[in-house]
């Protein structure tokens, strides 16, 4: 399995309230992503980033944002959460040994009440 | 634009029988296609990929799908299901553009009978 961890795993926090997520890989990959997951629409991503201080927008980006400081850590943030960013989010990386497939972190619950 | 059609939302079998799971893509160049698998609560993985040469590629867990680009299809397949199979599975396309994105179809939860 790839070294992929992501921090928390649960989450509960209230609207209104800033909450960051965590993606931590130790594979040294240059491509690092962050998608959420909801019933009926499958992965949508958020944002990516293609190198340290190197990100771009997804198809779902309004909301988040992120950084990238050092190639293992990718820092998915939002700035005041809501109740339609109740989700499960995950990391995914890519650029290794199989430069094209994207391999996935276990995934952060996130609850908005 | 770039999409993917699952077009099964859910699919039951029984244990032993053959499965197949359809997928269709949209992509304005040469598609790279996978196929991911979800169990419940976990993340995604990796069952198989294609990018070039035979058109019938195989997978982990005796799974094996075939690229047809006349009919913009990767279609996945079993030829004898298990009830560990019971699972959520996921299209997707990419190919060599950006950052090595992927497009997500919406899935189809396969769930395994006795």
Not at chain 1, 36 to 51: M, T, V
Not at chain 1, 64 to 81: G, H, I, P, Q, W
Not at chain 1, 87 to 97: D, K, R
Not at chain 2, 21 to 41: D, E, H, I, K, M
Request: hydrophobic residues 30%.
């Amino acid at each position: 399995d790839a070294g992929i961890t992501q921090s928390p795993r649960h989450k509960v926090t209230e609207t209104g309230t800033p909450v960051t997520l965590r993606c931590h890989q130790t594979e040294n990959h240059r491509y690092m992503y962050w998608y959420r997951q909801d019933p009926g629409h499958g992965l949508r991503l958020i944002h990516y980033s293609y190198g340290v201080k190197d990100t771009d927008k997804g198809e779902v980006s309004d909301g988040y944002s992120v950084s990238r400081s050092k190639t293992e850590d990718f820092l998915l943030t939002l700035e005041s959460a809501t109740s339609s960013q109740t989700s499960v989010y995950f990391c995914a990386i890519s650029g290794g040994t199989g430069y094209y497939e994207q391999y996935f972190g276990p995934g952060t619950r996130l609850t908005v009440t | 634009a770039q999409s993917v059609t699952q077009p099964d939302i859910h699919i039951t079998v029984s244990e032993g029988a053959s499965l197949e799971l359809r997928c269709n893509y949209s992509y304005g160049a040469t598609p790279y296609l996978f196929w991911y698998v979800q169990s419940p609560g976990q993340g995604l993985q990796l069952l198989l990929k294609y990018f070039s040469g035979d058109t019938l590629v195989q997978g982990i867990k005796g799974f094996e799908a075939e690229f047809k680009r006349s009919q913009s299809s990767f279609n996945l397949r079993k030829p004898s299901v298990h009830w560990s199979d019971a699972a959520e599975y996921f299209c997707a396309v990419g190919g060599q553009t950006g950052a090595n994105n992927l497009f997500f179809g919406t899935g189809t939860r396969l769930t395994v009978i006795p």
